[in-house]
Structures are given as structure tokens and as C-alpha cells.
T-cell receptor, first 113, second 114 residues
Framework: DAMVIQNPRYQVTQFGKPVTLSCSQT?????MYWYQQKSSQAPKLLFH???????NEADTPDNFQSRRPNTSFCFLDIRSPGLGDAAMYLC????????????FGNGTRLTVT | AQKITQTQPGMFVQEKEAVTLDCTYD???????LFWYKQPSSGEMIFLIY??????QNATEGRYSLNFQKARKSANLVISASQLGDSAMYFC???????????FGTGTSLTVIP
């Protein structure tokens, strides 16, 4: 089945130690998104790619970076994780170009010790 | 700026009864899409239903229907015949035609009581 896959499901990192979360999709969608979701809150959009075009939200900290080497893969890099960065990170895709549903991965739950 | 508002932090419904979850939105863009997602305690986001801004009829998907009132800028989700498995967080979301941005409301926690 076509899907969005996030690895790992759970990630533990130390304060200040860089960490990378990965996302892959078999839907061949143009747009890939990264959301941060803290407990009992709505998902917060960090950035998205439309094909190779990167779109950063204005309030996304510089500590968060992203790479999309090809259509299928997208990475979230947190350069120096702080305790406040502990959250669920959700990757999603959409066909783009017109309003269409987001397809989500199962998320990566990040713990910062 | 685009905005999605869900005013019900928590809702309770008796099993087999219907429940309405409220959502209002604000945008000046004439073309947009409205979505509802379900998020169980396991964390995955499950797409439920979609309504386009130009759609004339309210969307329906099984037990889910969307009460779309464009003039009031509301897109309420109606769940009929509630089941215990419907207990979850429900998020209303909006996507614009112009920028591929996708915005979520703050969510409503639904608990179905046996």
C-alpha cells in the first residue's frame, strides 16, 4: 500500500546533540510537510517542500532544518535539541496544487534528556 | 492571516447518539479546503472528510458528515451513531489553494460513554 513512513517511531537524544528524523513516501506526492505536535496541542507546521522548493514558517526556530534529496525522502534535522523540543514530529504529504488531504506518517516521538 | 477555531476543548456523547463538533474558519482566499482528522491516543492522524469551498453539497463519509455553512464560515463535523472507538482528538483543518499551507485548529477531545 502507498504510504508515509517515519523512522524511528521513538527517538531519544541528549540535550544539544544533533538528531535527524526521516520520512519516506510511496505516494509520489509533490508536497512534504513537517509538523511538531506537543501534548494536547494542535500540530504546528514547521516547514514544507513543494517539489524542491523549501517553505519555512516564519516562527520556525533556526535550530530546525530540513532536507529533501528526492521526491520520496525528507529529513528533519534538529541541530541542538533543547528540552522544549521534546514532542511528536509528524511528516505528511499531499498532492499539492489544490486543496487536498494530507497523508500522515505515524510520527516520531522525540525525547530530550 | 488564516485561522481555524475549535471552541470545544472536550465533548462527551452517549454511545449510539449523534454528536456535533464545531469548527469556524477565517480566510479571505476564495478557494480553500476544509478537513477533519481523527487522532486516537496512539498518535496517528486519520483523515475523515473533506469539503471544498466551491462544493454545493455537504460532504458525507459513512457516519461522518460535514455541515458546511459558507456564509457563517463554519464547517462542523457530525458523527452519527457514536461508537466507543470514536473516542479521540478531532482536528479541523484548512488548506488554501494558493500556498500549500495546511492549518489546524486546537482540537476537540471526544469521549464516547458506554
Amino acid at each position: 500500500d502507498a504510504m508515509v513512513i517515519q523512522n524511528p517511531r521513538y527517538q531519544v537524544t541528549q540535550f544539544g546533540k544533533p538528531v535527524t528524523l526521516s520520512c519516506s513516501q510511496t505516494l509520489n506526492h509533490n508536497v512534504m510537510y513537517w509538523y511538531q505536535q506537543k501534548s494536547s496541542q494542535a500540530p504546528k507546521l514547521l516547514f514544507h517542500y513543494y517539489d524542491k522548493d523549501f517553505n519555512n514558517e516564519a516562527d520556525t526556530p533556526d535550530n530546525f532544518q530540513s532536507r529533501r534529496p528526492n521526491t520520496s525522502f525528507c529529513f528533519l534535522d534538529i541541530r541542538s535539541p533543547g528540552l522544549g523540543d521534546a514532542a511528536m514530529y509528524l511528516c505528511a504529504t499531499s498532492a499539492g496544487g489544490q486543496p487536498s488531504a494530507l497523508h500522515f506518517g505515524n510520527g516520531t516521538r522525540l525525547t530530550v534528556t | 492571516a488564516q485561522k481555524i477555531t475549535q471552541t470545544q476543548p472536550g465533548m462527551f456523547v452517549q454511545e449510539k447518539e449523534a454528536v456535533t463538533l464545531d469548527c469556524t474558519y477565517d480566510t479571505s482566499d476564495p478557494s480553500y479546503g476544509l478537513f477533519w482528522y481523527k487522532q486516537p491516543s496512539s498518535g496517528e492522524m486519520i483523515f475523515l472528510i473533506y469539503q471544498g469551498s466551491y462544493d454545493q453539497q455537504n460532504a458525507t463519509e459513512g457516519r461522518y458528515s460535514l455541515n458546511f455553512q459558507k456564509a457563517r464560515k463554519s464547517a462542523n463535523l457530525v458523527i452519527s451513531a457514536s461508537q466507543l472507538g470514536d473516542s479521540a482528538m478531532y482536528f479541523c483543518a484548512m488548506s488554501l489553494n494558493t500556498g500549500n499551507q495546511f492549518y489546524f485548529g486546537t482540537g476537540t477531545s471526544l469521549t464516547v460513554i458506554p
